[in-house]
């Protein structure tokens, strides 16, 4: 065992609670997620732009979120959209929209592989026309359904989770396969509307959840209107897809929260993902609470008796712009190191002293 | 064969009309809902949700299903499809798919169908978050902290998530100990109640129905003070109740034996091992405060130079048996070890002697940490405690014959 992994054993951990900055990489971000009660409204049935600074927690609540769709098994589905270019096209966005549901359902097929064989004839076209659209084509991605063994490297492959927990990929797959090959696809290309009605018909669906992210990057790089003008075709549709039962939810920087683009569309619920140093010392007790497997669940249990609050002690040392999610980890991170690098058996008064310098972050 | 205290029936349930109104209320006013029943061992959540069950089932538009992780028996609902329960063994996880296709049924749910268990196990999945029948499902699962933490994450897997995908549904858990993982969010913000001990009238209440179902050995005259034994707790009330021991302190010292036995690990069953544990429990019992480790590894292990090492093994079997857990500021073990075992100590001229061990480390503490004086003060239970009882002693206290 390293030296690092065993002291956190001798204090009660059975992982790093802090070792992820980047939510994307962090298997446990679904037991200890901590959501402020502002922006609970990402996870209801309506179009919702969730606002919040580089580090603020916007990825998570967006993983966070596509989880807890995907328990519904695609009774309300979640697609997630993070666009990964820059293009002024008009349908640039519906297209990458469009590829995101490819991608979706592919993962919802192989989860369900049985399914398909009950569709009718016009449903497995229609599906068949739909995976054409596939990153790197249909053919790769059933060469890879044949030859994988297990669902999570679709996942990766294609970077949209699976909707069920198959152990491995079994006979149904390879004949999924096979299947999908053989099918012939539709005479001509489907409208975004034709995928949406595809979903009902298909695999039931009841609501869409369009999950978009990954817009921090663009803003460093252009001015805030830019990307407002750049979004702004998916704000036309905002009402016409909510009576459809498609939610668009955005997660956008804090610096575009007042722009009049948002503000004026009504159908658009707005939540800003700040911090208090209650909420930020909850953060790091729910980290420790599952990293402990329950154990206890705050720094004050491998802290000296007459160091008590360590969480909320922490959280006060941040600085008014640092009062973030990401800060907060980091600076539990380095108590922790600290602690175990000197081979102390519990937190001192002294610990939590000596890490008052606040550290800078980047976005991820 | 289960023990002959895990039995449910219905004529011998006491008291909780409280708690049925709050579920009652809850069913009514909401659409859907996760709630979860916590208490400390034998304070009778599974003879709850049993009785909650039945209750259920005579309303028509309500269509409740319980799952029972842990061996209960309760020969009234022997026909009934719409539960598990096992007296044999506890819940495992080959039993998920035979719970689903009952869940099935009961909910009238359509799946698909695969000869592959992996699969059928997750179209179950699925065809119950797209459930169409208008009933409302009230999923009853008693004993879900308890369980083993892989079985939880499959039942939260297959059954709760999808489920709670339903418009309409509810969700009655209960639970001892320590709080487990959940993923869900509903699940991670469940309305937590308790389910405290009974009041005197209720305990004598029990003690009544039990003597009318002639399962009571006890006369009337012994009622007062097996409510004050007992501290309240039905299944305390019950073991005493139905003891062969003529002395009431004997009859308290074998539920307190049932109350901790049972829910430790097979290894520390065995009897020379148990003894050593149970005397260790027996200590921790007067710790008054919210402990840390190595609060209290010199007043549990003196003169051990592992004591840490002993003090934090304890503490996890402790916490695995759901006996103890971590609240607020420190572990604190279950109150329905505590309360009897002062009271059985004290009977035993056993209370004294760990006081003054107690005293001398909490002097210590108050010594090593002065910022926290106040704090180890308080370690020390208040004088008066269970001392004013008269009881008849027989035999030496186990920590004595255990050491």
Known sequence: MEPAARGLAALGFAFDPFEHLDSTKDAHLQEYLVIPPAVQIALSDQPVAVFAQPGGGKSALRIYAANFYRDSRGLKLPITYIPEAYSDEPLFHFQGIQRAIACTAFMYLTSYPDLFFALTPQIKRTIKTLLLDLPYGLDFQLRALIESRFLSDLEQALGAPAFSNLPELGGAHRQLARELEKESELPKSLTLDDCFALLTDAFGTKSIHILIDGLDGFIETHASQALLAWIEPLLNVLEDWNRKNIYLKFFLPMDISDAPALTVQGVLRAAALTWDDNLLAEVVRRRVFVASRGAFDSLDAVSAPDVRNVELTLARQLGEKEKLPRQMILKSRELLQNIIKSNKKEILPEDLSSIREPSYVTAI | ?403
């Open chain 2, 1 to 403: 064969m289960s023990q002959p205290y895990n039995v449910f029936h219905s004529a011998e349930f006491t008291d909780r009309d409280s708690e049925f109104e709050r579920v009652s209320a809850i069913l009514k006013e909401k659409s859907r809902g996760v709630l979860i029943f916590e208490g400390a061992r034998g304070s009778g959540k599974s003879a709850f949700l049993l009785e909650l069950y039945r209750r259920l089932h005579e309303q028509s538009e309500i269509r409740p299903f319980l799952i029972s992780l842990l061996p209960y028996f309760a020969d009234e609902f022997k026909k009934k499809e719409n539960i598990w329960l096992n007296s044999e063994r506890a819940f495992q996880q080959q039993d998920i798919p035979e719970v689903l296709s009952r869940l099935a049924r009961s909910l009238e749910i359509d799946f698909i169908e695969s000869e592959d268990l992996n699969f059928q196990k997750d179209y179950f999945a699925r065809g119950l978050a797209y459930r169409k029948s208008k009933t409302v499902p009230v999923l009853l699962v008693d004993s879900v902290y308890e369980c083993p933490e892989e079985v939880r994450i499959e039942i939260e897997k297959y059954i709760f998530a999808p489920l709670l995908a339903s418009e309409r549904v509810f969700l009655i858990l209960s639970g001892r100990g320590k709080r487990p993982i959940w993923s869900s969010p509903e699940l991670q913000m469940a309305e937590i109640l308790t389910l405290d001990p009974l009041e005197h009238a209720y305990v004598k209440e029990q003690l009544v129905k039990l003597k009318k179902a002639g399962k009571s050995k006890r006369n009337e005259t012994e009622y007062d003070e097996i409510a004050d034994l007992s501290c309240g707790y039905p299944l305390i009330v019950r073991v005493m109740a139905e003891s062969e021991q003529k002395v009431l302190a004997d009859a308290l010292d074998e539920a307190i034996d049932i109350i901790i036995k049972d829910t430790l690990p097979e290894t520390e069953r065995e009897e020379k091992k148990y003894l050593q544990t149970r005397a260790l429990i027996e200590k921790l019992a007067l710790v008054n405060i919210p402990f840390r480790i190595p609060d209290v590894e010199a007043y549990l292990f003196p003169d051990d130079p592992e004591r840490r090492a002993k003090t934090n093994e304890l503490v996890n079997v402790l916490l695995a048996s759901g006996l103890l857990r971590y609240e607020g500021k420190g572990y604190q073990l279950n109150p329905s070890v505590v309360h009897p075992l002062r009271k059985w100590l004290a009977s035993k001229g056993q209370y004294g002697n760990y006081l003054i061990q107690l005293t001398k480390v909490s002097q210590d503490l108050q010594e090593t940490y002065p910022s926290a004086k106040t704090w180890y003060q308080r370690m020390i239970p208040a004088q008066s405690s269970p001392s004013d009882h008269t009881l008849y002693s027989s035999n030496l206290g186990k920590t004595q014959y255990a050491a």
